[in-house]
């Protein structure tokens, strides 16, 4: 009957606002049913921005011992966005999760904080060696947003450049060109980038360089 109630309320978005409202006394995310963990998460992804008062709930959510239930808490932040600053070190800790969705999730939700997820640059820098194409792409696209410009990081999305997915190495001319003048450094390998064998890669690269300042 729980799960029931969460479904119901997962797919009315005004009733879903009017039970996060008081989201002190919805205990659904702390259910003993995963599925309903799950799909309470799920309700506050829908919500977004709205959902703020539920960023410490999810954080807990973050160490529950069921993957979908963390993997849902994450896209929640993501969904909710700046609002969700101050679960970025929650967030940080979910870079190291067991699994590779999680840990996509929590990058993702990363750069949706953007700038005031800062503090994530470390594990993020580390995250680009990630064995998952997936999270080494949310991590890329993470730090670009954050708009981090230490030789760390426009390094670090450099060496992404050179990833053997095509799709990190897309993400990763982009996240230079967010960065813009501070990201001076990376123009050697942007202009290796435009002899890529990947049409998007060279777009990318491309307008990577203009943005950064130089088409020399």
Do not use: F, H
Request: with cysteine; net charge negative; glycine share 10%.
């Amino acid at each position: 009957e729980v799960q029931q109630a969460v479904w119901s309320i997962n797919s009315n978005l005004p009733l879903a606002r009017a039970v996060i409202g008081g989201l002190d006394e919805w205990k659904t995310l702390r259910d003993g049913t995963p599925g309903v963990r799950s799909e309470a998460a799920g309700a506050l992804a829908r919500i977004g921005p709205g959902a703020k008062a539920a960023v410490s709930a999810l954080v807990e959510a973050l160490k529950d011992s069921n993957t979908l239930v963390r993997s849902m808490a994450a896209e929640a932040l993501e969904e909710i966005g700046a609002e969700a600053g101050g679960a970025a070190s929650a967030l940080v800790k979910a870079l190291s999760d067991a699994d590779p969705g999680v840990r996509s999730d929590a990058a993702e939700a990363l750069a949706r904080i953007g700038p005031e997820a800062a503090r994530a640059v470390p594990a993020l820098l580390a995250a680009l060696a990630d064995r998952s194409w997936s999270v080494r792409r949310a991590s890329v696209e993470a730090l670009g947003e954050i708009g981090n410009t230490t030789p760390e990081v426009v390094m670090g999305l450099a060496v992404a450049l050179t990833d053997r997915n095509t799709l990190v190495r897309c993400a990763a001319a982009e996240a230079l060109g967010k960065i813009g003048p501070g990201a001076k450094a990376a123009l050697p390998v942007l202009r290796q980038a435009k002899s890529d064998p990947d049409g998007y890669v060279v777009r990318a690269a491309e307008a990577a360089i203009e943005g950064i300042g130089s088409s020399k």
